[in-house]
């Protein structure tokens, strides 16, 4: 089993820029595909940004160019650099792991063993 806590969210003015982390205690996160997903008030939880086990990413087009997705294996810590900040994306932001023989990284049940959210908020 793995573990997963998120950090690194905020208050941030548009524009600006954050780190989030998602650190994984149990086994590691470099045996996994890691994913990061959103959730504003009164939305779905939407797919932001995967690392494959391969080392592949991918991004929601909104985000495409802004944020980017990568993992320290050394630390078992997955990062989700955010720059470029909008108002859009203030939202809570969850990481997760692809679920053993998954298929489409854009899907919520692709992942499981979600941590507990760390929250963004981008001011206008």
């Known amino acids: 089993q793995v573990q997963l806590v998120e950090s690194g969210g905020g208050l941030v003015q548009a524009g600006g820029s954050l780190r989030l982390s998602c650190a994984a205690s149990g086994r590691t996160a470099s045996s996994y595909g890691m994913g990061w997903f959103r959730q504003a008030p009164g939305k779905e939880r939407d797919f932001v940004a995967v690392?494959?086990?391969?080392?592949?990413?991918y991004y929601r087009d909104s985000v495409e160019g802004r944020f980017t997705i990568s993992r320290d294996n050394a630390k078992n810590t997955v990062y989700l650099q955010m720059n470029s900040l909008k108002p859009e994306d203030t939202a809570v932001y969850y990481c997760?792991?692809?679920?053993?023989?998954?298929?489409?990284?854009?899907?919520?049940?692709?992942?499981?063993?979600w941590g507990q959210g760390t929250q963004v908020t981008v001011s206008s």
């Open positions: 997760a792991k692809v679920k053993a023989g998954s298929g489409n990284y854009y899907y919520r049940t692709t992942y499981e063993s």
């Open positions: 690392i494959t086990l391969s080392g592949n990413t």
